[in-house]
């Protein structure tokens, strides 16, 4: 079993910036592709980025250019770096990890979940 812990989240201004982390533990070698994820209330949960054990990455439409998904193995854990942040990105975002997927497909199979970490972009 893998438990995914995600922190870094809070409030920033527009145009501003944040950096989520998700750290593993447990059975951290069964891992191979993660991902972010974020729900706005009333909205259903959306796919933000992933990442394969290689490094090779895949991110949503919405965000190209202004979010940056990395990963340490050697530390178990994925990053999400967002930049030029708008109001419509505010969300609860959640960490995700996926056993099977080799390549970073977009809204791939998921198998562990994180608790989420609100992320509120305001003046």
């Known amino acids: 079993q893998v438990q995914l812990v995600e922190s870094g989240g809070g409030l920033v201004q527009p145009g501003g910036s944040l950096r989520l982390s998700c750290a593993a533990s447990g059975t951290i070698f069964s891992i191979n592709t993660m991902d972010w994820y974020r729900q706005a209330p009333g909205k259903e949960r959306e796919f933000v980025a992933t990442?394969?054990?290689?490094?090779?990455?895949n991110v949503a439409d919405s965000v190209k250019g202004r979010f940056t998904i990395s990963r340490d193995n050697a530390k178990n854990t994925v990053y999400l770096q967002m930049n030029s942040l708008k109001p419509e990105d505010k969300a609860v975002y959640y960490c995700?990890?996926?056993?099977?997927?080799?390549?970073?497909?977009?809204?791939?199979?998921?198998?562990?979940w994180g608790q989420g970490t609100q992320v509120t972009v305001s003046s």
């Open positions: 990442i394969a054990k290689s490094g090779d990455t």
């Open positions: 995700a990890a996926d056993r099977n997927r080799v390549m970073p497909t977009r809204q791939g199979e998921i198998d562990y």
